[in-house]
């Protein structure tokens, strides 16, 4: 899995599975933003992954809920 940790000018630092790594920021399509589950295109682009990451941000929230006691 590849997510967007941040943006540092014009490359995108993504956590990876074995650590981070950067990418340039040019080789992601659309408007992602930090936090955001990517995957590769056959061109060597990415993009964003949209279903993996609404279920990431849902699971994230849904444990932040369950620790505030809410």
Same mark, same amino acid.
């Given at each position: 899995?590849?997510?967007?940790?941040?943006?540092?000018?014009?490359?995108?630092?993504?956590? %990876? *599975?074995?650590?981070? !790594?950067?990418?340039? $920021?040019?080789?992601?399509?659309?408007?992602? +933003?930090?936090?955001?589950?990517?995957?590769?295109?056959?061109?060597?682009?990415?993009? %964003? *992954?949209?279903?993996? !990451?609404?279920?990431? $941000?849902?699971?994230?929230?849904?444990?932040? +809920?369950?620790?505030?006691?809410?």
């Amino acid at each position: 899995m590849w997510i967007i940790d941040r943006f540092e000018e014009t490359i995108a630092v993504i956590e %990876t *599975d074995d650590g981070m !790594t950067e990418i340039p $920021r040019s080789q992601i399509l659309g408007d992602a +933003r930090e936090g955001d589950i990517l995957r590769q295109n056959p061109d060597g682009s990415y993009q %964003t *992954d949209a279903a993996a !990451t609404q279920a990431r $941000r849902e699971k994230l929230a849904a444990r932040t +809920r369950r620790l505030m006691g809410k």
